[in-house]
């Protein structure tokens, strides 16, 4: 059942909405190699992903599951747990959600991380990343993207 709700997302996933499909692949090679430690090339993956969509009995199920599922939650909060239940795949619809989703998972710099037990430091990174995605913030997708990575390069610029 549940091997059966994962096949069905990948499936409508890639009849419908083909940049997801490559955001889903794109997301799968990188669990791949930083989490199971197996490097596959692209088009091997694509050929994974399509005979798993297959329901022939004679293609693997279940081989690479588990980084199917952690693809998914990389591409949605909670995305395999939505799936697994049978439910929809949303988009994040709060700041936590948001930060969950577009975070990675390393290790912040101990010169940085001891500063994080303090509730008001805590409190200003809060502020700091709400006021600078709102700053951006546009009633377009494209203008939404090119003020963000404006934004983006100003923060880059070194002192000299």
């Not at 399509?50 to 690479?64: A, T």
């Not at 693809?71 to 939505?82: R, V």
Request: with cysteine; hydrophobic share 35%.
């Amino acid at each position: 059942m549940y091997i059966e709700r994962v096949r069905n997302y990948i499936t409508q996933l890639h009849k419908t909405n083909p940049k997801e499909f490559n955001l889903f692949l794109d997301k799968l090679i990188i669990v791949l190699d930083r989490d199971l430690d197996i490097r596959k090339k692209r088009k091997d993956v694509t050929k994974i992903v399509k005979n798993f969509m297959k329901e022939d009995p004679k293609y693997p199920s279940g081989k690479y599951y588990e980084a199917y599922l952690l693809a998914i939650d990389e591409m949605s909060y909670n995305g395999a747990k939505n799936v697994l239940d049978g439910g929809k795949i949303k988009s994040p619809h709060t700041w936590r959600e948001l930060l969950i989703l577009t975070t990675s998972k390393e290790t912040l710099p101990e010169y940085i991380a001891h500063h994080f037990t303090d509730q008001d430091i805590l409190n200003e990174v809060e502020v700091l990343i709400n006021s600078s995605i709102l700053y951006c913030a546009s009633e377009t997708k494209k203008e939404f993207r090119e003020k963000l990575h404006d934004f983006n390069r100003f923060l880059a610029i070194k002192k000299t």
